[in-house]
């Protein structure tokens, strides 16, 4: 059974920083990739980051673009997201979602972010709040 288990989400002020983990159970890091995604309270769902063995720079959404840093660590088969310039309007719940796929080409990102991106598994996400 897959399993993606996130922690690190809180309370933090403007400027401040965070480190999100995901832990996967029961798939291979190296097989797939791990996406990163936000719902903030009255607004869609918003790919924010992914990363994959094949694609280990990991890819951006423009609005957390130079803020955010997404890494694995294959020998804990975790995903990290080290958020960075925390600002209010980065509040919402961030959720850990695994596809079973991984690519070289940098336009499967792209895809997977987007709002027709599909995700295989997914966790119960970790709230992250931004305020003074």
């Known amino acids: 059974e897959v399993q993606l288990v996130e922690s690190g989400g809180g309370l933090v002020q403007p400027g401040g920083s965070l480190r999100l983990s995901c832990v996967v159970s029961g798939f291979d890091l190296d097989d797939g990739t791990i996406g990163w995604f936000r719902q903030a309270p009255g607004s869609e769902r918003e790919g924010v980051s992914c990363v994959s063995s094949r694609f280990t720079r990991g890819y951006y959404s423009d609005s957390v673009k130079s803020r955010f840093t997404i890494s694995r660590d294959n020998a804990k088969n975790t995903v990290y997201l080290k958020m960075n310039s925390l600002k209010p309007e980065d509040t919402a719940v961030y959720y850990c979602?695994?596809?079973?796929?991984?690519?070289?080409?940098?336009?499967?990102?792209?895809?997977?972010?987007?709002?027709?991106?599909?995700?295989?598994?997914w966790g119960k996400g970790t709230l992250v709040t931004v305020s003074s």
């Open positions: 979602e695994l596809n079973r796929g991984a690519y070289y080409s940098e336009s499967f990102y792209r895809g997977l972010l987007g709002p027709g991106g599909h995700m295989d598994y």
